[in-house]
């Protein structure tokens, strides 16, 4: 089965850090573009940042440019986003997908992504 388990969310005051995590299982890791998506009360959800596995090229939003960095562990078959400089805005339910049609070139939109795991609630206090 495919599985995507996200973890690292918490509670962090503003201008803190927090590094969430996405272990995939049961599908060719290498071959996909993993991305981070988020999505606060009342809003759409948005691409935060998404890595192609097979060569590290990775793509942020505007928003976490400079202060969000993705990577991925091959021999884990895990995805981290290294949250720093956390803003109130950036309070929200994070999830991590995968594209199983790399190369991605840009975040894309959700429905580009086939699989995806449960959320991880970021909190940021002011």
């Known amino acids: 089965d495919v599985q995507l388990q996200a973890s690292g969310g918490g509670l962090v005051q503003a201008g803190g850090s927090l590094r969430l995590s996405c272990a995939a299982s049961g599908f060719s890791f290498y071959d996909h573009a993993i991305g981070w998506f988020r999505q606060a009360p009342g809003k759409e959800r948005e691409g935060v940042a998404c890595i192609n596995v097979n060569d590290g090229r990775a793509y942020y939003s505007d928003s976490v440019t400079g202060r969000f960095a993705i990577s991925v562990d091959h021999t884990k078959t895990s995805v981290y986003l290294q949250m720093n400089s956390l803003r109130p805005e950036d309070t929200a339910e994070y999830y991590c997908?995968?594209?199983?049609?790399?190369?991605?070139?840009?975040?894309?939109?959700?429905?580009?992504?086939?699989?995806w795991g449960q959320g991880t609630q970021v909190t940021v206090s002011s």
């Open positions: 997908a995968a594209d199983p049609r790399p190369p991605r070139y840009n975040l894309g939109n959700p429905y580009e992504y086939d699989y």
